[in-house]
């Protein structure tokens, strides 16, 4: 769940990014310097400003994981609005046929002008 979350805000910030005329290469720099660096932006960065989204995680497996953290959370009743938020985009994807997608792939609704 926290690694679908952390996906799910990298392709928001870097969409937005991307859609003001923001070098992505010098903010994923500026990123990794701050308290918005992480694994997530090593490994998926670089993938979603190229749009490549070769399949090490699926993004179908990501709403799988998603939404069985729901369950859990519901089951608890914890309030998880950022995991509802993620789940639903994962799901958009697959929904899209695009469930294949590496998890990365969750940009391509993010981006201007690609979904």
């Keep these: 769940m926290v690694m679908n979350i952390n996906t799910a805000a990298l392709a928001e910030g870097l969409g937005i990014a991307d859609s003001l005329g923001i070098d992505l290469n010098m903010l994923c720099n500026i990123f990794s310097q701050t308290g918005a660096n992480s694994r997530v932006l090593e490994t998926d960065a670089e993938d979603m400003i190229l749009r490549d989204h070769d399949c090490y995680f699926s993004a179908a497996h990501a709403a799988k994981d998603s939404g069985i953290a729901l369950a859990l959370a519901a089951a608890q009743g914890i309030n998880t609005p950022l995991a509802q938020a993620t789940y639903e985009q994962y799901q958009k994807l697959v929904e899209m046929g695009k469930g ?6 969750v940009a391509e609704l993010t981006f201007k002008g690609r979904a």
Excluded: T
Aim: hydrophobic share 15%; charged share 50%; proline share 0%.
């Design 100 to 105: 294949e997608l590496d998890k990365s792939g």
